[in-house]
């Protein structure tokens, strides 16, 4: 059974006037799972304040399917319109190439550190 | 007493360069919690039975997921069942069928899906609703060929052919910097 393990938390990036929200996650999303784990993502993103950017940590989500990718989309379009950025950070190589083949990569712009990512939020 | 180790491997795989075609079927029901279980034979499958690099058994595992995604949610009523089949045909291609048996309410055309596919495809990656990627994207572009076909039941066979003499299998190593993805 897929199972996902998100955290959400703040990072303090020194010489950065935005706030930035960490989204951190484990495992697997799949179809049984994306619909119950969107929300969470929605009601971070609807509570935070503008300007806000947002890292998605992907090191270790071994599998995202085009429902979960489809959800990624739609966070970028809600934080952008709230002024702020979002980056994916260190995707998995099966990951990243699914979002490539999609081309989200044409909308975020991907890293391999986190360092990186909070350079580009 | 002496310690003693030992590793004891099961039969070797069948891999897919004898003479014989090689055909595998599975049913199972129209719930995404199955999923997990078809994608993680889908990936050991094709590590085994092929000489596909570790890249292409990740991209048919999600071609079989959103294949079987798509059936599930679009083709299918709750408490229904899809079929899947793996043929392999030796230093010719693997062709994957899903086949759904349709929805009562709304149902859809093989007709119908391609012109979403093709809409989707030609709509702007910045206007795409959640959904679509999968039979558009992923699939479309990882596979050589994509049918779909209406049955007489009211459902779908979806199929998909991937050549085995394709060139890309020996390229794909390199990198894989957004925009440099080899198909």
């Known amino acids: ?121 | 007493m002496k310690e003693i180790q030992g590793v004891i491997k099961g039969s070797n795989p069948v891999k897919i360069n004898s003479d014989k075609d090689i055909e595998i079927k599975i049913e199972i029901p129209t719930k995404a919690y199955f999923m997990s279980g078809i994608r993680d034979f889908t990936l050991q499958m094709i590590k085994n039975m092929t000489d596909f690099s570790e890249n292409w058994a990740y991209r048919f595992q999600s071609v079989v997921d959103e294949l079987c995604n798509n059936a599930i949610e679009h083709g299918s009523d709750p408490d229904s069942f899809i079929k899947i089949k793996f043929i392999a045909v030796p230093d010719k291609h693997i062709k994957i069928q899903v086949e759904d048996f349709g929805k009562k309410e709304n149902p859809i055309t093989a007709q119908e899906i391609l012109e979403k596919i093709n809409k989707t495809q030609q709509t702007d990656i910045k206007d795409l609703g959640l959904r679509g990627r999968g039979l558009a994207f992923i699939v479309s572009k990882w596979t050589d060929k994509l049918e779909i076909k209406d049955t007489q039941n009211g459902g779908h066979i979806v199929e998909i052919t991937k050549n085995l003499n394709d060139q890309t299998f020996k390229t794909l190593e390199r990198s894989l910097e957004p925009n440099q993805i080899i198909i």
């Open chain 1, 1 to 121: 059974m897929a199972e996902i393990k998100y955290t959400f938390s703040e990072l303090l990036v020194t010489g950065k006037t935005n706030p930035i929200k960490l989204i951190a996650l484990e495992g697997i999303l799949d179809e049984s799972n994306a619909d119950d784990f969107a929300p969470k993502v929605y009601e971070v993103i609807e509570q935070m304040p503008e300007q806000t950017s947002v890292i998605l940590d992907l090191e270790k989500l071994s599998y995202m399917n085009s429902k979960s990718i489809g959800y990624i989309a739609d966070y970028f379009n809600k934080v952008t319109a709230k002024g702020g950025k979002i980056v994916i950070a260190k995707p998995a190589r099966n990951v990243k190439e699914t979002l490539c083949v999609v081309g989200l990569d044409q909308m975020i712009p991907f890293t391999q550190t986190l360092e990186e990512a909070k350079l580009q939020a």
